[in-house]
């Protein structure tokens, strides 16, 4: 590992959904939707940060990259470590899909409940 800034980086743009789920939760007023945006944010933190770490233990104890191979591993199986690269890609495609489901789920919840608000009695 040459150097960390990248690293870094990269997390702090992988965890900006879960900053996201954390204020709309702050800011909406209903509680299912609090509650489905706290969740969405855990699980977002717990598997972004497996993820940076699973990579960066990888790259710490072998040899190569993940695009052209790990090898000469010292703790991990080659075969383990070969898997930084689907596990990262898998990750991120699963948490933008969940990221969207949510959001739409969110959205609509957010425009029934103001449209009932707004409803005139009668």
């Known amino acids: 590992m ?6 870094l980086t990269a997390y702090a743009a992988y965890i900006t959904p879960a900053a996201i789920a954390l204020t709309w939760s702050r800011f909406s007023k209903l ?5 489905l945006m706290m969740l969405t944010a855990k699980t977002i933190l717990v ?4 993820m940076f770490l699973f990579t960066v ?12 191979g790990h090898y000469n591993c010292a703790v991990i ?10 596990i990262v890609l898998l990750s991120t ?3 933008a899909a969940l990221a969207f489901v949510v959001v739409v789920i969110s959205i609509a919840r957010e425009f029934a409940s103001r449209s009932k608000r ?5």
């Open 2 to 7: 040459d150097d960390v800034l990248p690293i």
């Open 47 to 50: 598997v972004v940060t497996s």
């Open 118 to 122: 707004n409803e005139p009695e009668g």
């Open 77 to 86: 199986p080659g075969s383990v470590a070969n898997l930084s690269l689907p």
């Open 57 to 68: 233990l990888v790259d710490w104890v072998c040899d190569g990259d993940a695009a052209k």
């Open 93 to 95: 495609v699963a948490l």
């Open 31 to 35: 509680p299912a939707v609090q509650k």
